[in-house]
Structures are given as structure tokens and as C-alpha cells.
């Protein structure tokens, strides 16, 4: 489990990174103050799953430490489960407003280009 959240987390920060270094320049020079605003707010999601990821991270760590009774264990898993659900739904959400988005800018420069 440990190593899978690894492997995702690195995977997240280095999309993020891209579009964190990359995409608001774009959006601010070819897109809508709107479309600029909206990748923002993405932009801030990112911090929030990093903090989730690396929370799981940490719980997962512990439980694997702590020697308890296996009714607690299993009341722990349990809760980290939950919680790496719902990180995986807010990321799922994440990225399809992220494809809203840049269909969005898409169309814009389409039309744009046709314009000009």
C-alpha cells in the first residue's frame, strides 16, 4: 500500500508541476479571465489532494507499525479505506473539471483562429 501511494503520488506531482508551471501562463495569455479563474481554483485543488495523499501516506505507516488488537486494526484500515475513497473521488471530480476546462480553452482558440 505504501509503495502504491508512492507511485501515485509521484505521478500527481508531476502532472501538477506541469500544469502548475505551464498551463496558468496559457490560460492567462489565450484564455478568458474566466478560464484563467477557473484553472486557479484547479490550481488550489492540488495542494489539498497533495495533503490528502500524504495524510494516507502517514496513516498507512502507523497502522502497519502499531501493534494493536485486531479489531482496532481493522477499525483503522477501515477508516483509511474511507478516506483514500473519497481522496480518489475529489480526484476523479478534479480531473474532469480539469477536461471542462480545457475543452473550454480549446474552443475559444478554435473560434479565435477562425476570427483572425
Same mark, same amino acid.
Given at each position: 500500500? @505504501?509503495?502504491?501511494?508512492?507511485?501515485? =503520488?509521484?505521478?500527481?506531482?508531476? #502532472?501538477?508541476?506541469? =500544469?502548475?508551471?505551464?498551463?496558468? #501562463?496559457?490560460?492567462?495569455?489565450?484564455?478568458?479571465?474566466?478560464? *484563467? *479563474?477557473?484553472?486557479?481554483?484547479?490550481?488550489? /485543488? #492540488?495542494?489539498?489532494?497533495?495533503?490528502?495523499?500524504?495524510?494516507? +501516506?502517514?496513516?498507512?505507516?502507523? !497502522?502497519? *507499525?502499531?501493534?494493536?488488537?485486531?479489531?482496532?486494526?481493522? $477499525? @483503522? *484500515?477501515?477508516? %483509511?479505506? %474511507? &478516506?483514500?475513497?473519497?481522496? @480518489?473521488?475529489? !480526484? !476523479?471530480? #478534479?480531473?474532469?473539471? /480539469?477536461? =471542462?476546462?480545457? &475543452?473550454?480553452?480549446?474552443?475559444?482558440?478554435? +473560434? $479565435?483562429?477562425? +476570427?483572425?
Amino acid at each position: 500500500m @505504501r509503495n502504491s501511494l508512492k507511485i501515485i =503520488e509521484d505521478g500527481i506531482q508531476s #502532472h501538477f508541476g506541469r =500544469e502548475e508551471n505551464r498551463l496558468l #501562463h496559457i490560460f492567462e495569455q489565450h484564455g478568458s479571465e474566466m478560464l *484563467a *479563474a477557473g484553472l486557479r481554483v484547479l490550481l488550489l /485543488e #492540488h495542494s489539498e489532494i497533495l495533503g490528502r495523499i500524504s495524510k494516507s +501516506k502517514k496513516d498507512v505507516s502507523e !497502522l502497519t *507499525a502499531e501493534k494493536t488488537s485486531r479489531e482496532i486494526q481493522q $477499525a @483503522r *484500515a477501515w477508516g %483509511v479505506r %474511507v &478516506y483514500i475513497s473519497h481522496t @480518489r473521488k475529489l !480526484l !476523479l471530480a #478534479h480531473a474532469q473539471s /480539469e477536461q =471542462e476546462l480545457f &475543452y473550454t480553452l480549446r474552443s475559444e482558440l478554435t +473560434k $479565435a483562429r477562425k +476570427k483572425g
